[in-house]
Nanobody, 124 residues
Framework: QFELVESGGGLVQPGGSLRLTCVMSRGTFRRDAVGWFRQAPGKEREFVAGTSWNGGISWYEESVQGRFRISRDNARNTVDLQMTNLKPEDTAVYYC?????????????????WGQGTQVTVSS
């Protein structure tokens, strides 16, 4: 069984902050890499950030490096994305997912079914 529930999105002005949370029902959560993706209108879903099974290694898409921070809580099966200094180009539906390791996650090689996502809109 694999279920994802994303939350925390909303409307924010440029320069603002949001914190997204994903609760993941997945038996292998504590061994998997987990991360966040986003899909803007008319574009492909893209990798945003991912972290290894224990949070020791994290990868970020270049445009969010230094502004976004991913974290996980293996006791609660959650993965968060703290987003700061948001820009209009960050506007998208954000999704979480998991895979066996970071590279597989980044290239969506064997991710699970997608959840509903959470809308992030950055606009003045």
């Amino acid at each position: 069984q694999f279920e994802l529930v994303e939350s925390g999105g909303g409307l924010v002005q440029p320069g603002g902050s949001l914190r997204l949370t994903c609760v993941m029902s997945r038996g292998t959560f504590r061994r998997d890499a987990v991360g966040w993706f986003r899909q803007a209108p008319g574009k492909e879903r893209e990798f945003v950030a991912g972290t290894s099974w224990n949070g020791g290694i994290s990868w970020y898409e270049e445009s969010v490096q230094g502004r976004f921070r991913i974290s996980r809580d293996n006791a609660r099966n959650t993965v968060d994305l703290q987003m700061t200094n948001l820009k209009p180009e960050d506007t998208a539906v954000y999704y979480c997912n998991a895979d066996v390791e970071l590279r597989a996650l980044k290239y969506q090689m064997s991710v699970g079914p997608w959840g509903q996502g959470t809308q992030v809109t950055v606009s003045s």
